[in-house]
């Protein structure tokens, strides 16, 4: 071996996540700063962030509410256990964040990520069913290609076999229904397909499997982010959340992305007309400063568990930083500023001009389809033969070369930025997007 070879690498001793970690570290993309909608990287580039950089930076970078309340509540209460004793903001979150919910979501469990999100509502919709009598309702249903997180719960009702195989048996007594992405009879759909409501009828089949008796919760994202932007057929959500309810099933929705204003409503949920029992957030709760989720519960779940002797705990769940002071003051000074800059009512506005620029890219060298929704969008491209994903990808380092940054999953482009992008950085990106498409 060489010197050059022997020498420490200083980019070895960290195992990064969800990334080709020797193809990153063979040409690193590493960013030093940023601000509003564009990063800056190490070596002095601008580049625009097509994603809020993990769906989450919904007010843009360093907004300044954000960072002072942050500053200020570090200084002035950075920690306080949360068991056993509390701190007036996360009462002040929890109720804010309540009022913000549909329906009769009242109460908050706070978590530190969208995985723990999930899994704290899928064992507190077990826990629920225990409370109630009801013993026997201990199957969870997920949906094919469904994200929920990468812990245990999580993966167990996801969808994604790339995030399961590896990983031994999961949960059992958990079954799936299929997905509703049907290119064939919904491409080149803007907002919500026409095709595939009547696939909600897969629960009935597993009810008709399993029994309602032995099922305690459906979860599905009412838009599914991660496996490429696939939207719910129009009547889908809302024939879960009548079978859900004729058979005493909870329905969860992870609202992981979708939540904060991805659709241009607060919720998903709000966006589709359709009210579940739990809602999951994380992400944009805290606009991504701080690592925050929260879980949205109904007064009918939570009341079931405020019986027994009142000296007791009723949830025997929680987490160190389940309501940080800091990720509080993060998540209080997020919600002024998405009301503030009214950037939900923006998402709103900006929709057709943003689904617009994403269909003209149609025609385009590779395009098989284009999917939006809301500040959401996907270029789905044809593979190149033999190479999955290649295709998605080389566009990817390309747009980054020229000054955008963009996701991949598989060979789809995905595409959800800040909620503060003028149309003119609209057209940026997606001309960056257009350049990338090479023949
Ligand atoms: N549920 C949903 C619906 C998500 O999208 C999680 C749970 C897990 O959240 P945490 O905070 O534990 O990562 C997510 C996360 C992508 C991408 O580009 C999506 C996520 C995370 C990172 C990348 O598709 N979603």
Not at 55 to 83: M, S
Not at 132 to 152: D, M
Not at 327 to 353: H, K, Q, W
């Amino acid at each position: 071996m060489d010197n050059q070879l022997k020498r420490p690498n200083a980019m070895d001793a960290y195992w990064m996540p969800f990334t080709a970690n020797r193809q990153f570290k063979q040409s690193p993309r590493m960013v030093a700063s940023a601000e509003g909608m564009y990063y800056t990287t190490t070596d002095g580039r601008k580049v625009m962030d097509g994603t809020a950089g993990l769906w989450c930076v919904n007010a843009g970078h360093a907004a300044p509410r954000i960072t002072e309340a942050v500053q200020k509540q570090v200084t002035e209460l950075d920690y306080a256990p949360a068991f056993q004793m509390g701190h007036p903001k996360a009462f002040e979150l929890a109720a804010r964040l309540a009022e913000l919910a549909p329906g009769d979501l009242n109460h908050v469990f706070f978590t530190n990520s969208g995985s723990e999100s999930v899994e704290t509502a899928l064992k507190i919709a077990l826990a629920y069913h225990k409370a109630k009598g009801e013993q026997g309702r201990t199957r969870l249903i997920g949906r094919e290609k469904g994200y929920h997180g990468v812990n245990f719960g999580g993966i167990s009702v996801g969808g994604i076999v790339n995030n399961r195989r590896h990983f031994g048996s999961l949960l059992t007594g958990v079954d799936h229904l299929r997905h509703t992405h049907d290119p064939a009879r919904n491409g080149f759909t803007k907002g919500q397909p026409e095709h595939g409501a009547e696939l909600a009828e897969d629960l009935v089949r597993l009810i008709e499997l399993h029994g309602a008796e032995t099922i305690a919760a459906v979860i599905v994202e009412p838009m599914a982010g991660s496996a490429g932007v696939i939207l719910p057929p129009k009547g889908y959500l809302q024939r879960l959340r009548e079978i859900t309810r004729e058979h005493g099933i909870l329905l969860i929705f992870d609202e992981v992305i979708t939540a904060y204003g991805r659709l241009g409503r607060a919720f998903g949920a709000d966006y589709y007309g359709v009210e579940p029992d739990m809602i999951t957030t994380a992400k944009g709760l805290t606009n991504g400063v701080i690592p925050m989720g929260a879980v949205m519960i109904s007064s009918a779940i939570h009341d079931a568990f405020m019986t027994g002797p009142e000296h007791m705990i009723e949830l025997f769940h929680g987490y160190t930083y389940s309501g940080n002071p800091v990720a509080c003051a993060a998540a209080l000074a997020a919600l002024d500023t998405y009301r503030e800059e009214e950037l939900f009512e923006r998402a709103a506005a900006l929709e057709d001009y943003w689904s617009d620029a994403l269909f003209s890219l149609q025609g385009m060298p590779h395009v098989k389809d284009i999917r939006c929704s809301g500040l959401v969008g996907a270029v789905e491209l044809e593979p190149v033969a033999g190479v999955p994903t290649k295709r998605a990808f080389d566009t990817y380092l390309r747009a980054w070369d020229k000054g955008a940054h963009l996701r991949t999953t598989g060979d789809i482009i995905a595409m959800s930025p800040p909620l503060i992008i003028e149309k003119t950085e609209i057209d940026e990106l997606i001309g960056i997007l257009a350049e990338s498409l090479v023949a």
